[in-house]
């Protein structure tokens, strides 16, 4: 039977576990214990129903024809199996989460030469001992005081003092 | 150290930035005359040479009236007399004091820097860590197809169990209702034979039986006796 069975892929908890960010232990928890619980229910299950003794009814039923009939359209009967309607609602999650992680992939990248830049900066400053009010504007940009807005000492509000 | 040896704008680079100021001014003897002047004059008078020189000069003024001595003169002792005892005893102190405001603010800013360097750091980390954790989202995945796959399974067995219950339990219904038709018509029968039989017992026959049963009793009770 085509679909059946789709093999169950196994799942290592533990480093799935790690990878988990704090804020969303929460949904974790529930996912694991969801899964815990199908597992166990499937479990109990036998895989196959045990067969039925035709032999044993066709002797005992008086019924002319009633086990066989039963016996022929039971073996006709096809169990329809439950139609998988999620695998690809989760496929197309993936791919979407795929793309998202990528992008934000990117994003951190980004990040990280920015602040590996601004490291670099930091890093190769001249001493403070050596530097002149100028100097310390071209390091720090923001204590640059402005000039034309302010034009008096100290050239920025009172109130930054 | 003296300054004079301190080279600048003197190679082909003179545009270059110029080196640091030093740590200390330049050397100086009682206070006023740079110690240059000293070794200016020592190859050609030695060590006391700028001495005899200022001696000199000042008894020229001294004498020549160049220098007129009045109350002026007293005032001006007292004064610097004053100065020179403040600066010599509380001179290193103030020193220190305004030294250590200097280092107080290079060291926020210092410690603004180190703290900077170190926030981009952790930064960096974080973002490595959170890099990190992305890669584990297939688990997330994975865990979800397999609850997929194992409800879908298990809702398959279940069916299969439904309906192999059902056939069961008819197939047992009926043997189960023959089994039962069959004993209700055995004890029908027997009733129904035992009834035409207590029938059947005519009173003739009923008093000769009890007859022969009271002569069986006789003997056996004979025996009895017989045996006791």
């Known amino acids: 039977m085509a679909g059946r069975r789709a093999a169950l892929k196994a799942v290592d908890w ?7 960010p704090p804020n969303q232990r929460a949904m974790f928890n529930a996912l694991k214990t969801r899964n815990d619980a199908l597992t166990a229910r499937l479990a109990a299950l036998p895989e196959k129903p045990p067969a039925i003794d035709w032999a044993f009814y066709k002797a005992n039923v008086a019924k002319a024809g009633m086990v066989d009939e039963f016996q022929k359209k039971f073996s ?26 990528a992008e934000y992939i990117e994003a951190s990248k980004a990040r990280i030469t920015q602040y590996e830049h601004q490291l670099q900066k930091l890093k190769s400053m001249i001493p403070f001992e050596q530097m002149t009010f100028e100097d310390l504007s071209e390091a720090f940009p923001e ?4 000039k034309e807005k302010y034009p008096f000492w100290p050239h920025k509000p009172i109130a930054d003092l | 150290v003296l300054h004079t040896t301190r080279p600048l704008h003197t190679t082909q680079r003179s545009l270059a930035p110029v080196p640091p100021l030093p740590e200390k001014g330049g050397e100086v003897r009682h206070g006023l005359i740079p110690e240059e002047f000293f070794q200016f004059l020592y190859p050609k008078t030695g060590v006391t040479g700028p001495y005899m020189l200022g001696t000199g000069l000042l008894l020229y003024f001294l004498s020549k009236e160049i220098y007129v001595i009045n109350h002026e003169t007293v005032a001006a002792a007292c004064i610097l007399s004053v100065i020179i005892y403040g600066i010599k005893k509380f001179g290193a102190d103030v020193a220190a004091f305004a030294d250590k405001l200097n280092e107080e603010k290079v060291a926020t800013a210092l410690a603004v820097k180190n ?11 974080e973002e490595k860590k959170e890099q990190w954790r992305v890669e584990g989202r297939s688990y997330l995945f994975d865990a979800k197809r397999n609850n997929v796959a194992m409800l879908l399974e298990a809702n398959y067995r279940e069916r299969l169990l439904t309906v192999y219950s059902e ?62």
């Open chain 2, 167 to 228: 056939v069961k339990k008819r197939l047992d219904y009926q043997v189960a209702m023959q089994n039962l038709k069959r004993q209700k018509e055995q004890e029908h029968m027997i009733q129904w034979v035992e009834k035409n039989v207590v029938q059947s017992i005519t009173p003739q026959q009923q008093k000769e039986s009890i007859a022969k049963c009271i002569l069986d009793l006789k003997a056996l009770s004979q025996s009895a006796h017989a045996a006791v």
């Open chain 1, 14 to 20: 533990a480093a799935f576990a790690e990878r988990v």
């Open chain 2, 115 to 125: 703290e900077a360097l170190q926030a981009l750091q952790t930064a960096i980390e």
């Open chain 1, 143 to 146: 204590t640059k005081l402005n």
């Open chain 1, 76 to 101: 006709a009967l096809k169990v329809p199996e439950p139609v998988d309607t999620q695998t690809a609602k989760i496929d197309a999650q993936e791919k979407e989460a795929a793309k998202s992680t």
